[in-house]
């Protein structure tokens, strides 16, 4: 007889987890790397140019902010074509609400060095 209410708890809390599931998938959030993927293509159909790599991702109250690195110009030889860095901002379902340029560099350019930092 203590088999059959194990199942029953069993079960009843397998129902809730289920439960749990479904509400998620109603809300219509994508998760992160459908977020990213979005977030690219908006970016490169908005601007015309095609993101290079995600250097930043994260989670905020109003949805999502991502800064995406963009290839501006080509030149030659390769390090010296010019990059430049996105703040994108989403809201919860991964549509873009906006973006800026924050950064523009060559490609063969580290960041320069902050007082007291190695």
């Known amino acids: 007889m203590s088999n059959t209410s194990n199942t029953s708890g069993s079960?009843?809390?397998?129902n809730s987890s289920k439960g749990k599931q479904k509400d998620a998938a109603e809300d219509n959030e994508p998760?992160?790397?459908e977020v990213l993927r979005q977030a690219r293509a908006?970016?490169?159909?908005l601007t015309g140019m095609e993101a290079e790599s995600?250097?930043?991702f994260e989670r905020t109250e109003d949805?999502?902010?991502l800064e995406i690195e963009v290839l501006e110009l080509v030149r030659v030889p390769d390090t010296m074509s010019l990059?430049?860095?996105y703040e994108v901002s989403l809201d919860p379902r991964g549509e873009l609400?906006?973006?800026r340029r924050v950064r523009?560099?060559?490609?063969?350019r580290a960041d320069a060095r902050k007082p007291g930092g190695r």
């Open 11 to 14: 079960q009843s809390s397998s």
């Open 42 to 45: 908006q970016l490169a159909e």
């Open 83 to 85: 990059l430049a860095s």
């Open 104 to 108: 523009r560099y060559e490609r063969g």
């Open 63 to 65: 949805g999502w902010t």
């Open 31 to 33: 998760g992160p790397v």
């Open 97 to 99: 609400t906006g973006y």
């Open 54 to 56: 995600v250097s930043s």
